[in-house]
């Protein structure tokens, strides 16, 4: 009902979401038949469907890469996100997994839901790593040892400093970063970017993770998962919990912007990636994400609901995957989203004046690229109004959509 709603006040999302919708469809219709990677890619639509649908672009020896790369880490990733697993199994899983990508034979029960299944079934992943050219996994096995050996490491570690906090988002997303771009110069379509802009990328993703998962996070049972970093939230409450308190709403919003304009210091070196793709399939892959990424944080600032439910991009993202076609875009669509982040700061905030600085930085690149003029944005409009005929067509459009998606829902694999 909640998007039926959005639609009836938003019509003209209709069409992109339509897009979205069928050309979801057509991705579940590409799985591979041969029963590993019909696995692998059923999986992949299972554990993150945005994802699989960007992947799908991609050309197949990359695209398959991609997909191994992404289903062993998200494996490795359920190991350490399995508060359950008592420390002296865990860690050696970790330390090892790089060795076990290359085991058909192994598996390890842990997780739920879909990663369980990951898990209990990684005989899947590792008959298809098997089966990538040679530059293709040693660079996923690399990124595999390094990020296993620095989750395994703050297994026992707090996040106590702010270098802690990049030193973590490092092994677990910035390492991911490092591996795509190896990824994207094997397949001879990109050069290879520096490290330094490829670990942006990854902590860029990671941190607005962080910030918006606050309150998954520190409610997970067994044992909270905490990540924000005791040095900037120390500076509001006694305790990381505490910020979820409603006595504490006004420090905790504090602390919450505190985070996000962390967050911003990797702006400049993720546009400067972006702007160096040469591939337009890598480029809309790699851009999709960082603009859904500052669209979040721009939702997140200043906004209490992170400590109280889930603050998603629900409503934008059908538009920003059927819009993002250039650097173009990208820029227009930061532009916008930090304009909106801007207009939401106050000057009581503590961290008014570093936040308003780094936005500045940010609107000045992407004025500076040249790509504002005679752009019409779709992020930031005045709210149109819609007579009954449209509000008709609209019904109609949704009950054409539904019969269809019903008529050729795929067989489950």
């Known amino acids: 009902m909640g998007s039926l709603r959005a ?12 897009k979205l919708k069928l050309a979801a469809r057509h991705a579940e219709k590409q799985i591979p038949r041969e029963p590993h990677w019909g696995f692998c890619y059923a999986m992949l639509h299972k554990v993150s469907r945005s994802f699989a649908l960007v992947i799908q672009q991609l050309d197949t020896d990359l695209r398959d890469a991609i997909c191994i790369f992404y289903l062993v880490l998200r494996a490795l990733d359920t190991v350490e996100d399995d508060t359950s697993i008592a420390t002296d199994i865990k860690v050696p899983i970790l330390m090892a997994f790089h060795r076990h990508i290359y085991d058909r034979e192994w598996h390890f029960s842990c997780g739920v839901k879909h990663y369980k299944v990951l898990m209990d079934e990684f005989h ?6 098997l089966e990538l050219g040679r530059s293709y996994q040693e660079a996923i096995e690399d990124i595999t040892m390094r990020m296993g050996a620095g989750m395994a490491k703050f297994i026992c570690k707090e996040v106590e400093t702010i270098d802690d906090y990049d030193e973590y988002c490092h092994y677990v ?34 941190k607005t993770n962080i910030i918006r998962d606050y309150l998954e996070d520190i409610n997970e049972i067994p044992k909270s998962r905490m990540f924000w970093p005791r040095q900037i939230w120390s500076k509001y409450v006694n305790k990381l919990e505490d910020l979820k308190y409603e006595e504490n709403s006004v420090k905790a919003v504090q602390c919450l912007n505190d985070m996000v304009t962390n967050a911003l210091i990797h702006v400049e070196d993720c546009l400067k990636y972006m702007s160096a793709l040469r591939d337009p399939a890598i480029f809309r892959f790699c851009a999709i994400p960082q603009i859904m990424a500052i669209g979040t944080l721009a939702l997140c600032y200043n906004n209490i609901q992170v400590f109280r439910g889930v603050v998603k991009m629900r409503r934008l993202t059908a538009k920003v995957i059927d819009r993002t076609k250039t650097m173009s875009d990208v820029y227009g669509d930061f532009y916008d989203f930090s304009r909106m982040l801007k207009s939401k700061v106050d000057n009581s905030d503590p961290n008014a004046n570093k936040t308003k600085e780094k936005l500045e930085t940010i609107l000045k690149i992407c004025r500076d690229s040249g790509s504002l003029n005679n752009r ?12 009954s005929t449209t509000i008709v067509v609209i019904f109609i459009i949704l009950a054409m959509l539904l019969a269809y998606l019903s008529a050729t829902r795929p067989n489950n694999i």
């Open 7 to 18: 639609i009836l006040k938003h019509p003209d999302d209709l069409y992109p979401l339509v």
């Open 124 to 129: 899947h992943v590792s008959t298809a790593f």
């Open 173 to 206: 997303a910035g390492l991911v970063g490092l591996g795509l771009s190896k990824l994207f110069y094997a397949s001879g379509k990109e050069d290879l970017a520096s490290d330094t802009l490829s670990n942006s990328m990854g902590l860029f993703l990671q």
């Open 376 to 387: 019409k944005s779709y992020i930031i409009r005045s709210e149109p109004r819609y007579n």
